[in-house]
């Protein structure tokens, strides 16, 4: 994913007393919760969620999480390793308790120091984890930890991506949750794929609740569609009004957003003279575009780059991108500014372009019906062809012209415009475009064995995903990952 240049919603609140965790105490621990073996509605669990509470203030930009598990086979003593996840400079996790309960009742309270452990490394983004494993974990055990999450500086709430996700990966007996939404924008909830027997979420004195029972465990399968379309959820929208009319909504978000690119990446004489420079009037209008497209591909993309540190960081000294011709002169960008300068070269070279905000199915499955302008979550170029809608990436590093990145194929997308835009699907790539072509020169030895040479050869997106997964490697790492697909595929084969 690149990240794209977009309006956020931001809120200047007064500073507000962090108060203390909702639950001063552990809850107590029932005889049943002690002596249970299995769940009859999870047969074979190695272990599962007894009770669960997530409480969110959005207003203090905080969210309290507990959870308590009970251990009922062997593998089940994995859990004692725990790993809560967060986002470097944007969150953190803080107060974490926790303690482990013997099939017995006696108590092994964690003393020991959560260390960070580092998961995704990408630039300007660092998600982390707050490690820890419980103390002396048994079958029979009962552990149970708290922590608080927050997000953003104080005075500057991000509240637009508050969410109940009820599935965890066990099953979950008991669940509460509940939020304290940020009373400066208006808010609506959606719900999905609630379990039999739960109500919906209703509110209470400034405060939306939910109880929940016997929630299904969470199972990922290979090829699977995005987990946020399969779990069950209740997602909460933030906007500026209370409009509830999805076309009239979208309009007001088309509008906006157009007037946001149009600031980017309108009408500048140095793009103009750029543009001129890359192409030649003689050249043929998709020749123009394939030069184009190469020649934003050469800025520096930061996007796809490795986090430096903060001393690093002051020393390259890059300056802010205010719009496509800082990206033009200073050689660098974000993805998102990557494809709006790519936008503005195409119209400066005599086409008709548009910008599209596209909703990506690797994370959604997208409908205007959900007034939620934050599902439309990267961009892409619309240029007119000889009749024909040609949509294009640049800002998706290695992307190769003519291509989409996979999640943005076949997506919904709002192509702007002054009068708010029009819905349009981006098209598919025909299969023949990406490939995997394996070609050998074998030979049978006189002890049997057989040796030569194997060829793998990508194409399309095929070669731009392996290119992106490794693209922060070095050779040796990348002749590894090669032989071990190769080897992985090969021993498949031959099972």
Known sequence: MKFARSAVILSTLPFLLITKSLAADWPPVTPDELKMTA?????????????????????????????????????????????LEYVKDQSNIHDIKARTIRPDGSIVNFEGKPYDKTLVKAKGVRYLAKTFTMPDVQVGSIIEYSYVYEWGPFGCYLVFDSHWILNEDLFTKHAKFSLRPNSCFA??????????????????????????????????????????????????????????????????VGKSLYESVENFAGKRKGIEQAASQIVSPADPPEMKLKKLYARAQQIRNLSYETEKTAQEERREKLKQINNVEDVWKRGYGDGGDITWLYLALVRAAGFE???VFVSRRDEYFFTPQLPDSHRLNDTVVLVKLKGK????????????????????????????????????????PEGSASRVIRTADLALSETGDIEGKLTITFTGLSASGRRLEERNEDEADRKTFLEDEAKGHYSKKCE
Do not use: C, H
């Open 39 to 83: 769940e009859p509605l999870a047969p074979g669990a190695p272990a599962i969620i007894v009770y669960r509470q997530v409480d969110r203030d959005d207003i203090q930009s905080r969210q309290y999480n507990y959870v308590r598990i009970k251990i009922l086979k062997e593998e089940g003593r994995e859990r004692a390793n725990v790993e």
């Open 187 to 252: 808010v609506r909830w959606t719900w999905r794929d609630l379990p039999p027997g739960t109500g919906t979420p209703n509110i209470e004195k400034g405060v939306i609740r939910l109880d929940a029972q016997n929630i299904p465990g969470f199972e990922t399968e290979d090829y699977m569609p995005p987990e946020n379309e399969l779990k069950a959820r209740v997602d909460f929208i933030y906007s500026n009004d209370d409009e509830k009319d999805p076309t009239k909504y979208w309009k007001k």
């Open 353 to 355: 372009a548009y910008p």
């Open 389 to 428: 809608d040609l949509y294009l990436d640049p800002g998706t590093a290695f992307t190769p012209f003519g291509l989409l990145p996979w999640p943005e194929t076949g997506v919904p997308g709002l192509k702007l415009d002054k009068e708010g835009g029009a819905w349009v699907r981006t098209t598919m």
